[in-house]
């Protein structure tokens, strides 16, 4: 199983990264905040990211993340009935893992189906399966739910085509 990359990116859209290991391109998917990351990073030298392989009939995929926190919250993702790795990673892209994490914790199923392919019924399955497990991902859930407004703000910003350190600092310059 691959767990780590470090190489230099060939190729970098929103959904995808085409990483060249020692001369090997390995295709690895990514959500939308790691995007912003390496597009920020300027993608130019050795980027590093963290892999969950996921292996099926007749393929292996990989998804890549910026940090090893929102590769675990990919794998609880998948974890849930009914999500399977792409819809996990369109749920990353479609909301900032601190803002998901909150929308969890707080059982807030109707700020979930905001994100396009989260459907009631699927949001309601992730509140229950993982509301439980969210402070296992270190995550301060008072500090999460204090700033609210604000994370709405960012992930309608982010969900607009903003990167995430733009609005970040857009959202820091109104309070």
Do not use: C
């Not at 807030?108 to 009631?120: C, E, F, N, Q, Y």
């Amino acid at each position: 199983m691959i767990g780590f990359l470090r190489g230099k990116a060939l190729r970098l859209s929103p959904e995808a990264v085409l990483l060249d290991v020692g001369g090997v391109g390995y295709h690895v998917h990514i959500s939308l905040a790691t995007y912003s990351e390496l597009d920020n990073s300027g993608a130019s030298g050795p980027l590093g990211l963290y892999i969950h392989t996921h292996a099926r009939e007749g393929a292996i995929e990989l998804f890549g993340f910026w940090t090893e926190r929102e590769r675990s919250l990919f794998e609880r993702l998948i974890g849930v009935s009914g999500i399977g790795p792409r819809l996990a990673r369109v749920i990353l892209s479609g909301m900032a893992p601190d803002d998901l994490i909150g929308a969890i914790a707080a059982g807030d199923s109707a700020r979930l189906t905001s994100i396009p392919g989260v459907g009631k019924k699927t949001a309601q399955r992730i509140v229950i399966d993982l509301k439980d497990r969210m402070p296992e991902l270190g995550v301060d859930l008072e500090a999460i739910a204090g700033t609210e407004g604000e994370d709405d703000l960012l992930a309608a910003l982010v969900n607009l085509g903003y990167r995430a350190k733009e609005a970040q600092a857009a959202v820091t310059r109104a309070r």
